[in-house]
């Protein structure tokens, strides 16, 4: 299967040899893995080094001249470093512009604190006008880049990940994908998060949705299919911190709802070691969350 780091500059590749006036600049991240670009397009492309604020500005000129700016690095650097320069040069004006991050939550688990980054999702929500993607695989990673570039529509921040899903699910802007039917209540799964609850899933009897797309018009969707099922009971499986998408579907729901969220806990991740490791210390490992759920559903 394809990696999200593979497949992004490949997308950018085949929009630029079609004329699209796109402006890439990379946060010193991935280099080489656009050296086709560099190549083929060397007025299309920057790397301007560990300048992650001045690169959002920057990206702001060229929204205003354009261009599509698309702005790479890694997601503490992108979003924390340089929240203020988003909320203001793209969010208050309104500009054009796609941000792609790298390393998730903890993707980088053996670099600590500085490379980890679970708030970047709640953020990104907080600034109006943005819509905030979060790919589950590279092919979906591929059609959400291909939608944002053909239909540039405001600020766009996605998502990637190093742990993708086992497969693919049709990307939709406004509906959540519904991906196991049964007779109890309704889990909602984001992006990649799939990736640690497929086995689960299987084990109870749930109306199981995804989303790879977190706007106002998915979640409202969302939130009729949860309204409609006669419990009105949801467990929310986020691979960010937990209350992100939770925090919107009890803001937009009319009904009560009973809601239950899983998630990166919202505290500092003090241990090192790998994905699967981190995974276990937070409790987010298969047989902790099936009990979790069957404890909420019971």
Not at 47 to 60: D, H, P, R, T, Y
Not at 71 to 76: G, K, V
Not at 156 to 162: A, D, G, P
Not at 216 to 239: C, F, H, K, W
């Amino acid at each position: 299967m394809n990696s999200m780091r593979a497949v992004f500059p490949r997308v950018l590749e085949k929009h630029l040899d079609g004329g699209t006036p796109l402006m890439i600049l990379l946060g010193d991240i991935g280099v080489f893995g656009f050296r086709n670009i560099f190549a083929k397009h060397p007025d299309r492309i920057l790397n301007l080094g560990i300048l992650e604020q001045a690169s959002v500005g920057l990206a702001a000129g060229f929204s205003i001249q354009g261009f599509l700016p698309v702005f790479h690095s890694i997601a503490p650097f992108l979003v924390e470093r340089s929240f203020e320069q988003l909320k203001i040069d793209f969010g208050y004006q309104r500009l054009t512009g796609i941000f792609v991050s790298a390393g998730g939550s903890f993707d980088y688990s053996r670099l600590g604190c500085t490379h980890h980054c679970p708030a970047d999702v709640n953020l990104m929500l907080n600034i109006p006008g943005f819509t905030v993607c979060v790919p589950g695989t590279a092919d979906e990673l591929s059609e959400i880049l291909d939608l944002s570039i053909q239909n540039p529509r405001g600020a766009v921040y996605i998502r990637m990940s190093e742990f993708v899903n086992s497969s693919s699910h049709p990307l939709s802007v406004r509906e959540p994908v519904k991906i196991r039917t049964g007779k109890g209540p309704i889990i909602a799964v984001v992006g990649p998060a799939l990736s640690w609850v497929e086995n689960v899933i299987e084990a109870i009897d749930a109306n199981v949705f995804y989303l790879n797309i977190v706007n106002p018009t998915s979640v409202g969707n969302l939130i009729a299919e949860i309204e409609q099922d006669s419990s009105r009971s949801v467990a929310v499986i986020e691979p960010y911190y937990s209350g992100s998408l939770a925090g919107q579907i009890l803001r937009g729901a009319v009904c009560p709802i009973r809601l239950y969220e899983i998630g990166v806990p919202r505290e500092f991740i003090h241990k090192y070691g790998t994905f699967s490791e981190l995974r276990l210390v937070l409790g987010l490992d298969d047989a902790t969350i099936l009990e979790r759920l069957r404890t909420f559903f019971h």
